[in-house]
T-cell receptor
Framework: TQLLEQSPQFLSIQEGENLTVYCNSS?????LQWYRQEPGEGPVLLVT?????EVKKLKRLTFQFGDARKDSSLHITAAQPGDTGLYLC?????????????FGKGTKLSVIP | KAGVTQTPRYLIKTRGQQVTLSCSPI?????VSWYQQTPGQGLQFLFE???????NKGNFPGRFSGRQFSNSRSEMNVSTLELGDSALYLC????????????FGSGTRLTVV
């Protein structure tokens, strides 16, 4: 069974601060996905990284996939209240019939104005 | 284009009853997966359907079942409901394979009393 550990579990910061969320595993993944979920809604896909060492930027968000494809990080620059939500990482690995995703338990981010 | 539609949004059932949840994927998406989300366990994979066939299955008891129709719409059924089945049930779809990510619906909030 593959596990993804996310840290920290909770994060409360002031508007304008920077933060990093980590997603770690002992397993190798074919891709690593990051989602953001708001209360009462389903997760929304932010980015997918597939190559070891890959870095992707989405405005103030920077995503990195570890060289060994076992870990990933999400860095937010100058956080804004609109960034508040639950951030989930998910790793894809070959399953019985297709790729199967394993989700971390999430990092709950609160950005205080 | 229309997103993933789940019905109903909210449901209250009594222990021992059964329930059926419905999911309409994005047009052209043939893979539909179901997840259970609880505060303690996070997102846990139930099963995935592709072209009316179950392609992957998680570690849930046989009380949880699903199916997919020829138009890719999917249903999941939970029989003999238990209090612990209270959760947000999320449906997600993708064109072929979840390696590049899912589009999630808003979920069905099931409360068992």
């Amino acid at each position: 069974t593959q596990l993804l550990e996310q840290s920290p579990q909770f994060l409360s910061i002031q508007e304008g601060e920077n933060l990093t969320v980590y997603c770690n595993s002992s397993s190798v993944f074919s891709s690593l996905q990051w989602y953001r979920q708001e209360p009462g809604e389903g997760p929304v896909l932010l980015v997918t990284v597939v190559t070891g060492g890959e870095v992707k930027k989405l405005k103030r968000l920077t995503f990195q996939f570890g060289d060994a494809r076992k870990d990933s990080s999400l860095h937010i620059t100058a956080a804004q209240p609109g960034d508040t939500g639950l951030y989930l990482c998910a790793g894809a690995a070959p399953g019985a019939g297709s790729y199967q995703l394993t989700f971390g338990k999430g990092t709950k981010l609160s950005v205080i104005p | 284009k229309a997103g993933v539609t789940q019905t109903p949004r909210y449901l209250i059932k009594t222990r021992g009853q059964q329930v059926t949840l419905s999911c309409s994927p994005i047009s052209g998406h043939r893979s539909v997966s179901w997840y259970q989300q609880t505060p303690g366990q996070g997102l846990q994979f139930l099963f995935e359907y592709f072209s009316e066939t179950q392609r992957n299955k998680g570690n849930f008891p046989g009380r949880f079942s699903g199916r997919q129709f020829s138009n890719s719409r999917s249903e999941m059924n939970v029989s003999t409901l238990e209090l612990g089945d209270s959760a947000l049930y999320l449906c997600a779809s993708t064109r072929q394979d979840p390696i590049y990510g899912y589009t999630f619906g808003s979920g069905t909030r099931l409360t068992v009393v």
